[in-house]
């Protein structure tokens, strides 16, 4: 029951962008995106609440469609601090369990 | 305002031996969380509490224990140590696991030999 994320890796040069994907086979209640740098605790980065719910601030923005239980992040005119591992994460109706995702390894090259 | 402290931040035991790693949180969080990391994997749920007095398991909660005695604390047992336990483990905590933002501490670093 996991979300799966995909891709599993991207490597990127300064400026492009890239969309991560975090697909659930369960209903998803909310979903928050999470990035990690090597060697770090993850940091947040923000929640999507509401089926449909776009939310964003700098360059870095997600969408969550409810019915197709998914959530996309994007970055546009990546940094290179924008690398890391990103994981998406929820807590499934009924549960308080906290499951994150498989992760998507983010590489920004000069 | 420490935020989520974990202690040790470091550790290395020898298969057999036994440890517990403390979490403290000092933001009134009702939600608190143990998850380990395997190098280069996601983060896996160890057992979780959703208040004082309460603990549930999570995906992989076999060979650890863990207790919430006051609302501040959370710790996470190993009663005998198993090679396949080395990891680092992290602990959060949030108002709301749905709601709400999970804060992370620093993590443990845990090695079994």
């Known amino acids: 029951q996991q979300p799966v994320q995909s891709p599993q890796a991207v490597i990127l040069r300064e400026g492009e962008d890239a969309v991560i994907n975090c697909s659930s086979s369960?209903?998803?209640?909310?979903v928050h995106w999470y990035r990690q740098k090597h060697g770090e605790a993850p940091v947040f980065l923000m929640i999507?609440?509401?089926?449909?719910e776009q939310k964003g601030h700098d360059k870095i923005s997600a969408s969550f469609n409810e019915k197709k239980q998914q959530s996309s992040l994007y970055l546009t005119a990546s940094q290179l601090s924008y690398s890391g591992t990103y994981f998406c994460?929820?807590?499934?109706?009924?549960?308080?369990?906290?499951?994150f995702g498989t992760g998507t390894r983010l590489k920004v090259l000069a | 305002n420490a935020g989520v402290t974990q202690t040790p931040k470091f550790r290395v035991l020898k298969t057999g031996q036994s440890m517990t790693l403390l979490c403290a949180q000092d933001?009134?969080?009702?939600?608190m969380y143990w998850y380990r990391q395997d190098p280069g994997m996601g983060l896996r749920l160890i057992h979780y509490?959703?208040?004082?007095?309460?603990?549930a398991k999570g995906e992989v909660p076999d060979g650890y224990n863990v207790s919430r005695l006051k609302k501040q604390n959370f710790l996470l047992g190993l009663e005998s140590a198993a090679p396949s336990q080395t990891s680092v483990y992290f602990c959060?905590?949030?108002?709301?696991?749905?709601?709400?933002?999970?804060?992370f501490g620093p993590g443990t670093r845990l090695t079994v030999t």
């Open positions: 959060a905590s949030t108002w709301d696991a749905k709601t709400y933002e999970q804060y």
């Open positions: 369960k209903a998803l209640y909310s």
């Open positions: 999507l609440l509401k089926g449909g």
């Open positions: 994460g929820t807590s499934y109706s009924g549960t308080y369990k906290y499951i």
């Open positions: 933001m009134n969080h009702e939600y």
């Open positions: 509490s959703v208040g004082e007095g309460t603990t």
